[in-house]
Nanobody
Framework: VQLAEFGGGLVQAGGSLRLSCAAS????????ISWFRQAPGKEREGVDA???????WYSESGKGRFTISTDSAKNMAYLQIHTLYTEDTAVYYC?????????????????????WGQGTQVTVSS
């Protein structure tokens, strides 16, 4: 399993951004892919996740503004962030693991995932 995020950078508050994750080496139908973020001085938090049948899970912070999607033909996962705020400044990570190894209700928990990318920095300026 290989994961590599890209698409981060410096953006203005109010704008939008799409992060990409090159995710390969596994069967998308039996894996869950998730996005996490870690802001300076804070713990890493799960933002959203998607299963092989298209089921999604969103955190309260991600609901309504973040959209997760995948394109298995291209071995890609995406995180669309609408209406960025300065508090969205963080390193964003994608993660993956077999969905049958993730306990129900734990889809946005860091410990549910064994495979991680290196992260991409998103900085939102006011």
């Amino acid at each position: 399993v290989q994961l590599a995020e890209f698409g981060g950078g410096l953006v203005q508050a109010g704008g939008s951004l799409r992060l990409s994750c090159a995710a390969s080496g596994f069967n998308y139908r039996v894996y869950a892919i998730s996005w996490f973020r870690q802001a300076p001085g804070k713990e890493r938090e799960g933002v959203d996740a998607i299963g092989g049948e298209g089921q999604t899970w969103y955190s309260e912070s991600g609901k309504g503004r973040f959209t997760i999607s995948t394109d298995s033909a291209k071995n890609m996962a995406y995180l669309q962030i609408h209406t960025l705020y300065t508090e969205d400044t963080a390193v964003y990570y994608c993660a993956a693991d077999r969905i049958d190894e993730i306990m129900g209700g734990e889809e946005l928990r860091e410990w549910s995932y064994d495979y991680w990318g290196q992260g991409t920095q998103v900085t939102v300026s006011s």
